[in-house]
């Protein structure tokens, strides 16, 4: 397996290498794209906080990336039918001048544009396309996709499911969680994370709905309440906090071997918009367990390895920070019991 680093500039690409990158990834907006387009944009993230400046800069990402493949992101949800022609005419001047190994994409118009091009072979499909089962998968082999980026709330069962072969697949292994399944969420993040604030609803906005839980209905419990919250805050990186220097936040270290069983072939560390020293520290965090997989480490070898480096057994133990928390099936989890249980 190999793992997939986040890049916002060429300036990163050496010491990620080093911590133990083995590809990257990155966005940059099309030069003129405003003058056409306004002030969509061209990827999922903010392209003034994740995206990469010029083509000249990736253009020096290529290169001082070397055998290290470099992917780029035109992954928005959806686009205006304009954009789609000038998206291709640019991927294809990325693939073929820049030297951009891949085009992660999502939106189903610019995947069929691309295939229509001839481009299919160099497309990753991007986790915003939501392949949750075996039939999506074929789908997108079939019209010709490389990898498939697995969608961040597909279960170890589900993956281990898909079984197909002809395509890589790709899944989220380190930082930044989602309260929804992305790929069906129609906003983006120009207006702030707001699946993430604790505010009050806005005037005139629908009642919180009645709890039907145990016992019947009426107020969500107190405790229920708290748990959500939880939930969100380790959704969100635990508040973009840190143990021992290395990130907290959703995490699926625990679950390489089985990853590694269902042909997973690459690892993806999320964060552009993230410092260098976040990057940095989440890449060697990978790396160690990697190598602990690697050396025939089951999931308690590699998490009591985490554990070492980062710290935090609190928020590890009890798969309160798992992005797949049935790595630990059989075992009784905590995920999403309120803050005060760690």
């Known amino acids: 397996m190999k793992i997939l680093a986040p890049l916002r500039g060429s300036s990163e690409v050496e010491a990620l290498a080093s ?3 083995d590809e990257f990834y990155c966005g940059l907006t099309p ?3 405003a003058a056409t387009q306004g002030g969509s944009w061209a990827h999922r993230r903010n392209p003034r906080s994740a995206g990469v400046p010029d083509v000249a800069d990736l253009e020096r990402i290529v290169a001082l990336a070397g055998d290290r493949p ?4 035109l992954n928005a949800p959806s686009y205006r039918a304009s954009a789609i022609p000038l998206l291709v005419d640019f991927g294809r001047r990325l693939l073929e001048e820049v030297g951009v190994r891949a085009l992660i994409v999502a939106e189903t118009e610019l995947l069929l544009a691309l295939a229509e091009a001839g481009l299919a072979r160099r497309v990753h499909v991007s986790s915003l396309a939501t ?15 490389s990898r498939i980026i697995l969608p961040r709330h597909l279960t170890l069962r589900e993956i281990e499911s898909l079984g197909v072969e002809g395509v890589e697949l790709e899944a989220f292994v380190l930082n930044d969680g989602c309260v929804f399944e992305e790929g069906l969420c129609a906003t983006t993040h120009a207006l702030g994370t707001f699946c993430l ?4 609803a806005p005037a005139g906005s629908p009642a919180l709905p009645v709890w039907q839980g145990p016992g019947g209905g009426g107020a969500i419990p107190e405790e229920a309440l708290e748990r959500y919250a939880f939930w969100k805050w380790t959704l969100d990186n635990c508040g973009c906090g840190t143990s021992r220097g290395f990130p907290l ?7 390489l071997p089985r990853l ?5 072939v690459s690892l993806k560390v999320v964060g552009r918009e993230a410092s260098l020293e976040r990057k940095e520290a989440s890449v060697r965090l990978v790396a160690q367990a990697l190598r602990r997989v690697e050396a025939g480490g089951g999931r308690e070898a590699v998490r009591e390895a985490t554990i070492a480096l980062r710290g935090a057994r609190g928020l590890c133990e009890g798969a309160r920070l798992c992005y797949y928390p049935d790595a630990w099936e059989g075992e009784e989890t905590s995920r999403g019991r309120g803050r005060r249980a760690c």
């Open 19 to 21: 911590a133990g990158a």
């Open 31 to 33: 030069p003129g794209w």
């Open 70 to 73: 470099v992917y780029a992101t």
């Open 131 to 145: 392949c949750r089962n075996r039939g999506t998968a074929l789908f997108y082999r079939d019209l010709g996709a």
């Open 197 to 200: 604030a604790d505010g009050e």
């Open 249 to 255: 936040g959703p995490c699926g270290l625990c679950a």
């Open 260 to 264: 590694a069983a269902a042909d997973v």
